[in-house]
């Protein structure tokens, strides 16, 4: 098992930066890739970003490549998405995610924090 808890998110303006925390504990944490997700109201739940368990391959979904980076400290058992020049269409619940390889699909992922909301005004 691996629990994972996600931290930073808030209430923030349109272009500024942000940067969300996912910290893990049970299982060896390097074991696992990780991925964020984000989930807006009424609406499904989409990819962010995904890292291999390494560091060296990671993956954006197109409305963030260029604006969001993903990355991880395996010596902490923590991963983090650094969100730059935010958008009003950013706002959501951002959620982390464990499993075995890099994927974009959520039925991919074993693991899932609790989410923390990020909220971009214009």
């Known amino acids: 098992q691996v629990q994972l808890a996600e931290s930073g998110g808030r209430l923030v303006q349109a272009g500024d930066s942000l940067r969300l925390s996912c910290a893990a504990s049970?299982?060896?944490?390097?074991?696992?890739?990780m991925g964020w997700f984000r989930q807006a109201p009424a609406k499904e739940r989409e990819f962010v970003a995904a890292?291999?368990?390494?560091?060296?391959?990671?993956f954006y979904a197109a409305p963030v490549k260029g604006r969001f980076t993903i990355s991880r400290d395996n010596a902490r058992n923590t991963g983090f998405l650094q969100m730059n020049s935010l958008k009003p269409e950013d706002t959501a619940v951002y959620y982390c995610?464990?499993?075995?390889?890099?994927?974009?699909?959520?039925?991919?992922?074993?693991?899932w924090g609790q989410g923390t909301q990020v909220t971009v005004s214009s």
């Open positions: 049970g299982r060896s944490f390097i074991s696992y890739a």
């Open positions: 890292i291999s368990w390494s560091g060296n391959s990671t």
């Open positions: 995610a464990a499993g075995p390889l890099v994927r974009s699909s959520r039925n991919e992922y074993d693991y």
